[in-house]
């Protein structure tokens, strides 16, 4: 099992198809951590959504200003209406309540043990050092950066500290 962690996905669901295919990402074992921004700039925040809720407990998020905003919209345009096509899109979905009652529950920030919070603290440093290596999925915990869809992309992934 292992623990990975994407950031700032933005609506680029295909992107993140092709990642968690690159990694080996196994839905039934490994769990998925975002740090916030599921929707938005991708053009697919809808199906990154519907994806993204349908891992269940296997996925853990924040919730970042993109997905606050898209919350806002949620509210003020209780028939669709937004000004930003891609959330006008999710409030027009059929599935809309259901998608936007379980991102409302997620929180703004995380908690959690001491080795979590260490792997966190581990890639931001990495990240803050510019040293993050370009590298495929191995047995040994490396930072996996990729470069797939604009310039706010998938941001990083971690494999759990074990």
């Given at each position: 099992?292992?623990?990975?962690?994407?950031?700032?996905?933005?609506?680029?669901?295909?992107?993140?198809?092709?990642?968690?295919?690159?990694?080996?990402?196994?839905?039934?074992?490994?769990?998925?951590?975002?740090?916030?921004?599921?929707?938005?700039?991708?053009k697919?925040?809808?199906?990154t959504?519907?994806?993204?809720?349908?891992?269940?407990?296997?996925?853990?998020?924040?919730?970042?200003?993109?997905?606050?905003?898209?919350?806002?919209?949620?509210?003020?345009?209780?028939?669709?209406?937004?000004?930003?096509?891609?959330?006008?899109?999710?409030?027009?979905?059929?599935?809309?309540?259901?998608?936007?009652?379980?991102?409302?529950?997620?929180?703004?920030?995380?908690?959690?043990?001491?080795?979590?919070?260490?792997?966190?603290?581990?890639?931001?440093t990495?990240?803050?050092?510019?040293?993050?290596?370009?590298?495929?999925?191995?047995?040994?915990?490396?930072?996996?950066?990729?470069?797939?869809?604009?310039?706010?992309?998938?941001?990083?992934?971690?494999?759990?500290?074990?």
């Open positions: 099992m292992a623990t990975y962690i994407v950031g700032d996905i933005q609506g680029c669901y295909d992107a993140l198809q092709r990642l968690l295919e690159k990694i080996g990402f196994d839905p039934a074992a490994d769990r998925l951590c975002c740090p916030g921004d599921l929707v938005n700039r991708g697919q925040s809808l199906e959504l519907r994806l993204l809720e349908g891992l269940g407990d296997r996925f853990t998020m924040t919730l970042g200003n993109h997905d606050l905003y898209l919350l806002r919209e949620h509210w003020r345009f209780p028939d669709g209406g937004s000004a930003n096509h891609e959330i006008d899109v999710i409030l027009h979905a059929a599935d809309r309540e259901r998608l936007l009652n379980w991102l409302q529950r997620k929180p703004h920030c995380l908690t959690g043990p001491l080795n979590f919070l260490k792997i966190i603290i581990k890639l931001l990495a990240a803050l050092s510019g040293k993050l290596p370009w590298a495929t999925r191995t047995k040994q915990r490396r930072l996996v950066v990729p470069r797939v869809c604009h310039s706010s992309s998938l941001k990083a992934i971690c494999p759990e500290n074990h």
